[in-house]
T-cell receptor, first 115, second 114 residues
Framework: GAGVSQSPSNKVTEKGKDVELRCDPI?????LYWYRQSLGQGLEFLIY????????KSGLPSDRFSAERTGGSVSTLTIQRTQQEDSAVYLC?????????????FGEGSRLTVL | AQKVTQAQTEISVVEKEDVTLDCVYE???????LFWYKQPPSGELVFLIR??????QNEISGRYSWNFQKSTSSFNFTITASQVVDSAVYFC???????????FGKGITLSVRP
């Protein structure tokens, strides 16, 4: 597709389970971002990948959160032992331009509900 | 460190009024990029504008205009003759330069009443 694709669009899980969220960026985009948006809140930065550089993980809220980007394309955000406070919309974005300085294109998000 | 402050949290106007959304940023970098995004009730983030730190020219796009002032570290957004479809949350964001994350402000909820 032409845009950023995220799956699943909705995920309901029980507290303590692990979840994986997937992001397929726009082809050729070197930068990939994950953000979290809780109900009625702003965008909380989680992690940033740029080309082959080491990712900026400074926004990950705990060691239960991790992310990978394989082959410079698809990324997976993993949340282990989910907690109710993890409930949010997880947004992925990608960008091009030198060092990823172009506009960010966002996916529609993955809505996570932890019961 | 970099920071984006959107002091206004909610603004309500009547259709056809002009409205200005404020954005103040903090960064020690000389090269940086500023963005505005719109998030309508549907939830999808829509890109509005990107401006680099070396270009202080104001920009107008239809009813939208942006005023970038490095002297006051501000990048304000004005909607002229607002319409109901402008109702959304508007985010200002800052990127330090290449190979860095994008930091968002907390957003301003704009409601335009008919």
């Amino acid at each position: 597709g032409a845009g950023v694709s995220q799956s699943p669009s909705n995920k309901v899980t029980e507290k303590g389970k692990d979840v994986e969220l997937r992001c397929d960026p726009i082809s050729g985009h070197t930068a990939l971002y994950w953000y979290r948006q809780s109900l009625g809140q702003g965008l909380e930065f989680l992690i940033y990948f740029q080309g082959n550089s080491a990712p900026d993980k400074s926004g990950l809220p705990s060691d239960r959160f991790s992310a990978e980007r394989t082959g410079g394309s698809v990324s997976t955000l993993t949340i282990q032992r989910t907690q109710q406070e993890d409930s949010a919309v997880y947004l992925c974005a990608s960008s091009s331009g030198q060092g990823g300085t172009g506009e960010l294109f966002f996916g529609e998000g993955s809505r996570l509900t932890v019961l | 460190a970099q920071k984006v402050t959107q002091a206004q949290t909610e603004i309500s106007v009547v259709e056809k009024e002009d409205v200005t959304l404020d954005c103040v940023y903090e960064t020690r970098d000389t090269t940086y990029y500023l963005f505005w995004y719109k998030q309508p009730p549907s939830g999808e983030l829509v890109f509005l504008i990107r401006r680099n730190s070396f270009d202080e020219q104001n920009e107008i796009s239809g009813r939208y205009s942006w005023n970038f002032q490095k002297s006051t570290s501000s990048f304000n957004f004005t909607i002229t003759a607002s319409q109901v479809v402008d109702s959304a949350v508007y985010f200002c964001a800052l990127k330090r330069g290449a190979n860095s994350k994008l930091t968002f402000g907390k957003g301003i909820t704009l409601s335009v009443r008919p």
